[in-house]
T-cell receptor
Framework: ETGVTQSPTHLIKTRGQQVTLRCSSQ?????VSWYQQALGQGPQFIFQ???????GRGNFPPRFSGLQFPNYSSELNVNALELDDSALYLC???????????FGPGTRLTVL | DAKTTQPTSMDCAEGRAANLPCNHS???????VYWYRQIHSQGPQYIIH???NNETNEMASLIITEDRKSSTLILPHATLRDTAVYYCIVRVPGGMRFGAGTRLTVKP
C-alpha cells in the first residue's frame, strides 16, 4: 500500500508569483483535502475534492484553487503569492464515507 | 473555529503512561473525536478516533466521558519517540478543524 506523497518537498517563490503543489493519494482513496500550516500553528483546512469537484472549503480566498484528476491525484494552485502564504502545505487522502484522513509529508513554501 | 480545548504543553517520564485531556463541550451527537499527532515538521499521523465508546488500538487508548464533553488519550508506555504535538479534533463535514494541540515532551 502506497502512502500519500507530495511534491516538491521545498519551494521558494517571490511575492506575486504563482505556485502549483502536487499530491498523490493513498492507494484506493478517492477524496483529497488540503491544509495550510503556518509556523507554530495547527493545520488550517483549505478545501476538499471528491469526484474532481470541490466538496467543502475553509476560510481561504479564491486565489487558492485546486484540481483533482481521474487517478485521484491533486494539485493546489496559489496565485498572487503573499508573504503570509509561507507555510507547510499538507495534503490528506481518505475514502468517501470514511472520516479518517491520512496525511502526506507536506511541501514547505517560502515566499520572499 | 476549533471546537476543542487542550492544555498547551505536558511532560511525561519515559516508560510511564501519558494522559492527554481534551474538552469538547459543544460536540454534537453524531460527531466523532479524532486524535492525531505531529512530529516536528512532518505530516500529522492518525492515532485513534471514537464516538462514544472507549477505543483501543496498537498505539493508544481513547476514553470518552459518558456525556461526551471530554476525552483522554492514553499512551500506555511513553517513549522518547512519542514527543510530538497531539491534536484532539471534532470531525466536521468537509475537513478536520485543528486547534493548537498539546505539545507532549517525554523525558528520560
Amino acid at each position: 500500500e502506497t502512502g500519500v506523497t507530495q511534491s516538491p518537498t521545498h519551494l521558494i517563490k517571490t511575492r506575486g508569483q504563482q505556485v502549483t503543489l502536487r499530491c498523490s493519494s493513498q492507494s484506493g482513496h478517492n477524496t483529497v483535502s488540503w491544509y495550510q500550516q503556518a509556523l507554530g500553528q495547527g493545520p488550517q483546512f483549505i478545501f476538499q475534492y471528491y469526484r474532481e469537484e470541490e466538496n467543502g472549503r475553509g476560510n481561504f480566498p479564491p486565489r487558492f484553487s485546486g484540481l483533482q484528476f481521474p487517478n485521484y491525484s491533486s494539485e493546489l494552485n496559489v496565485n498572487a503569492l503573499e508573504l503570509d502564504d509561507s507555510a507547510l502545505y499538507l495534503c490528506a487522502s481518505s475514502l468517501v464515507g470514511a472520516d479518517t484522513q491520512y496525511f502526506g509529508p507536506g511541501t514547505r513554501l517560502t515566499v520572499l | 473555529d476549533a471546537k476543542t480545548t487542550q492544555p498547551t504543553s505536558m511532560d511525561c517520564a519515559e516508560g510511564r503512561a501519558a494522559n492527554l485531556p481534551c474538552n469538547h463541550s459543544t460536540i454534537s451527537g453524531n460527531e466523532y473525536v479524532y486524535w492525531y499527532r505531529q512530529i516536528h515538521s512532518q505530516g500529522p499521523q492518525y492515532i485513534i478516533h471514537g464516538l462514544k465508546n472507549n477505543e483501543t488500538n496498537e498505539m493508544a487508548s481513547l476514553i470518552i466521558t459518558e456525556d461526551r464533553k471530554s476525552s483522554t488519550l492514553i499512551l500506555p508506555h511513553a517513549t522518547l519517540r512519542d514527543t510530538a504535538v497531539y491534536y484532539c479534533i471534532v470531525r466536521v463535514p468537509g475537513g478536520m478543524r485543528f486547534g493548537a494541540g498539546t505539545r507532549l515532551t517525554v523525558k528520560p
